[in-house]
């Protein structure tokens, strides 16, 4: 049974930094795309950052446009986690973050076959 688990969220004041890690458990996906999804209250979930397998030892990063800079995706494949740091962060940041995997087209949501159940991040003015 595939599981992801997300930790590293709570909360922190504008400009400040947080790192989010996803632990999957149940099968490898170190050849799958792994992306990081956000929803904040009463909006829809919206794509935040994805890591993406092109073949043998690389992976492609993208990123929203309004993390792009301040956001790092990055997995560590051993241990079968992906993690997102975050720097410089907005209150416009708040959110639960949810980890994906298995994502066919990297940024379209609906495309991702597992989820983690989500993590809040809250950052104060």
């Known amino acids: 049974q595939v599981q992801l688990v997300e930790s590293g969220g709570g909360l922190v004041q504008a400009g400040g930094s947080l790192r989010l890690s996803c632990a999957a458990s149940?099968?490898?996906?170190?050849?799958?795309?792994m992306g990081w999804f956000r929803q904040a209250p009463g909006k829809d979930r919206e794509f935040v950052a994805a890591h993406t397998w092109t073949g043998g030892t690389t992976y492609f990063a993208n990123y929203a446009g309004c993390v792009k800079g301040r956001f790092t995706i990055s997995r560590d494949n051993s241990k079968n986690t992906v993690y997102l740091q975050m720097n410089s962060l907005k209150p416009e940041d708040t959110a639960v973050y949810y980890c994906a995997a298995g994502g066919g087209a990297p940024r379209n949501r609906p495309s991702y076959e597992y989820w983690g159940q989500g993590a809040q991040v809250t950052v104060s003015p």
């Open positions: 149940g099968r490898s996906f170190s050849n799958y795309a």
